[in-house]
T-cell receptor, first 112, second 116 residues
Framework: QKEVEQNSGPLSVPEGAIASLNCTYS??????FFWYRQYSGKSPELIMF????GDKEDGRFTAQLNKASQYVSLLIRDSQPSDSATYLC????????????FGKGTRLHILP | DTGVSQDPRHKITKRGQNVTFRCDPI?????LYWYRQTLGQGPEFLTY??????LEKSRLLSDRFSAERPKGSFSTLEIQRTEQGDSAMYLC???????WGTGELFFGEGSRLTVL
């Protein structure tokens, strides 16, 4: 079982709608969770991190964490064409000292 | 702050040749990571350093791969006897102790390797 699993997509969402991206992880002891965005031909960049169960909001982005279900999600409200990218879920497994493991990413297309 | 720089940006080599990539992290960053990324996949962890100490090397990495960070500044990743399966983008990233736990890695633009 891979440590971080994501649906590769593509996920197509109309402009202005909510995009919902999901991720599951295998290490129950993981404490730190991240969402990176990667534009085509570019390197990843961090957009959100979350440590506690529940929701964390930053502008149009909301990260959600459910440790009991080992599930992390990212919601993007009022989706814009500029949000079209690959979204990478990442975790630090327990006792792994800041070693960050990435999922394979979900491609998101925002339809104008 | 010039960011993380990687060299070369592109490398084409023949199977069996050795290649070396260099990464210069952001100057005050003491953590340095190497990842490999192929099309349609997320970055795959290879190894990472804290200062000059190599903390972990992926079990998936064969003995043909070696990385160093001799003075705790720049790092090199060498691949010996390259194989076509080594073709990928090799990403370097760095982070500082103040950002530990936030998961914020600053990535370079990558070194793309093509093995013919």
């Amino acid at each position: 079982q891979k440590e971080v699993e994501q649906n590769s997509g593509p996920l197509s969402v109309p402009e202005g709608a909510i995009a919902s991206l999901n991720c599951t992880y295998s290490d129950r002891g993981s404490q730190s969770f991240f969402w990176y965005r990667q534009y085509s031909g570019k390197s990843p960049e961090l957009i959100m991190f979350i440590y506690s169960n529940g929701d964390k909001e930053d502008g149009r982005f909301t990260a959600q964490l459910n440790k009991a279900s080992q599930y992390v999600s990212l919601l993007i409200r009022d989706s814009q064409p500029s949000d079209s990218a690959t979204y990478l879920c990442a975790v630090i497994p327990v006792n792994r000292d800041d070693k960050i493991i990435f999922g394979k990413g979900t491609r998101l297309h925002i339809l104008p | 702050d010039t960011g993380v720089s990687q060299d070369p940006r592109h490398k084409i080599t023949k199977r069996g040749q050795n290649v070396t990539f260099r990464c210069d992290p952001i100057s005050e960053h003491n953590r340095l990571y190497w990842y490999r990324q192929t099309l349609g996949q997320g970055p795959e962890f290879l190894t990472y350093f804290q200062n000059e100490a190599q903390l972990e090397k992926s079990r998936l990495l064969s003995d043909r791969f070696s990385a160093e960070r001799p003075k705790g500044s720049f790092s090199t990743l060498e691949i010996q006897r390259t194989e076509q399966g080594d073709s990928a983008m090799y990403l370097c990233a760095s982070s500082s102790s103040t950002s530990w736990g936030t998961g914020e890695l600053f990535f370079g633009e990558g070194s793309r390797l093509t093995v013919l």
